[in-house]
Every structure is written in C-alpha cells, then in structure tokens.
C-alpha cells in the first residue's frame, strides 16, 4: 500500500520555541493531507484539513497562527508549531489523500510525539 | 455522543480465539474505514470498504449498508494482534474522517 512519512518520529523542545513536522507522501501525490492531534487514550482529533497551493481550512478552536500548515508540493505538507508550550504536548498524526480510481484512500503516518518542556 | 460507536471499548482474549469488533454509525457515508494502532502510536489502515466483505489473510471486515454497521473480524488472534482498533466513517459530503473511540484489543497467549 502507499506510505506516508513523518518527520522526525520524536521531538522535545523548550517552551517558547517552534517545531516544524513534515508529512510526506513517497509514492503518490496528495493533493489533500490531514493534521490530526490525539490525546492519550483518546481517538485522534482533525486539527486541520491542508490542501496543495492554497490555505489549509482549520477545525474550529485550532489556532492558524499557532499551529502554522504549510502544503508547497503534491507529497509534502507541514505543520508547524509556534511558541510552543507544555500544553502542545501531544502525538500528531498526519494523512494522505490518494484518489486512485475514484475512490478517496487516506493513508496515515507514524506520527510524531512531541514533549514540550 | 460519538456519532460514530464502537463495540466493545475493551476486549481480551486467549490466542486462537476468533474476534469480533463492532462499528455503528448514525447517517450515511460513503466509506468506512478500519484502523489498526499499536502502542507507541502508529496508525496502520486495515480496511477501506463501501459495501459487503473484504479479507485480508486472518483480519476479514463486513459492512452492512442498510443497517449501518460494520465489523472487523479477526480469526485464529494472535498477542500480536493487540493493538487499539478504530472504526471511523467519512460521510458523503466531503474527505474529512469521523473516528470512533477505538477498541482497546489485548491477546494474551
């Protein structure tokens, strides 16, 4: 099946400074990547829908200035998280869109646990 | 309430033993999705299906239309099979998922 990368798997980072995640489709195009955020014991929560060459759409109360997505290419899509804090703590998951033969696939990645100090 | 529920939300079982994880939903949808997460956290997808019954090796899901359910079925279960299982839907209009809670699998040998 397709594959989606993140980067990097795991990151700690000081209060007050930015953490970039990519998300990378290596062998389809994605026009649309999804940025998912999941809590422990919790299911994943869409945080923001991101769409090639144009503005990602945000799901109400995520802050677009806060967590900054960028999608420049058909395989790759960031997510950026600025001034982060204690709170920003959490396990970030990304997916591709594949639409091979009509139907829509979306493929995950392995996600990226982020610990903010 | 969820709009999309799962059944049960805990499930342990011996090796061997057949599974079975049940996945209602309350509208219609165009595709439902089952999705394998191990701890540690990666997502892995399972199944996409719109209608009737795929398999894969030991792992076979179904999907009823009418009644708006699903099941993913996992045969002769194996410690390698725990991992949270999650059922989640994406409705007509557009791309975006709604997930279930997960069902928390847990095979002891």
């Known amino acids: 099946g397709a594959v989606v990368s993140q980067h990097p798997s795991r990151v700690i980072c000081k209060s007050g400074t930015s953490v970039k995640i990519e998300c990378r489709s290596l062998?389809?195009?994605?026009?649309?990547m999804f940025w998912y955020r999941q809590f422990p014991k919790q299911s994943l929560m869409l945080m923001a829908t991101?769409?090639?060459?144009?503005?990602?759409?945000?799901e109400q109360g995520v802050e677009k200035d806060k967590f900054l997505i960028n999608h420049a290419s058909l395989t790759l899509s960031t997510l950026t998280v600025t001034s982060a804090h204690p709170e920003d703590s959490s396990f970030y998951i990304c997916?591709?869109?594949?639409?091979?033969?009509?139907?829509?696939?979306?493929?995950f990645g392995p996600g990226t646990r982020l610990t903010v100090t | 309430k969820n709009e999309v529920e799962q059944s049960p939300q805990n499930l342990t079982a011996q090796e061997g033993e057949f599974i079975t994880i049940n996945c209602s939903y309350s509208?219609?949808?165009?595709?439902l999705h089952w999705l394998q997460q191990h701890p540690g956290g990666g997502i892995v997808s399972l199944f996409m299906l719109s209608s009737g019954k795929k398999k894969h090796g030991r792992l076979i899901a179904t999907i009823n239309i009418q009644e708006k359910h699903s099941s993913l079925h996992i045969t002769a279960s194996h410690p390698r099979d725990s991992a949270v299982y999650i059922c989640a839907v994406r409705y007509a209009s557009g791309s975006r998922l709604t997930f279930g809670e997960g069902t928390q699998l847990t095979v002891n040998p």
């Open positions: 991101s769409n090639e060459g144009s503005k990602a759409t945000y």
């Open positions: 062998d389809f195009q994605a026009t649309t």
């Open positions: 509208v219609g949808i165009s595709a």
């Open positions: 997916s591709a869109e594949q639409t091979a033969g009509g139907s829509l696939e979306q493929y």
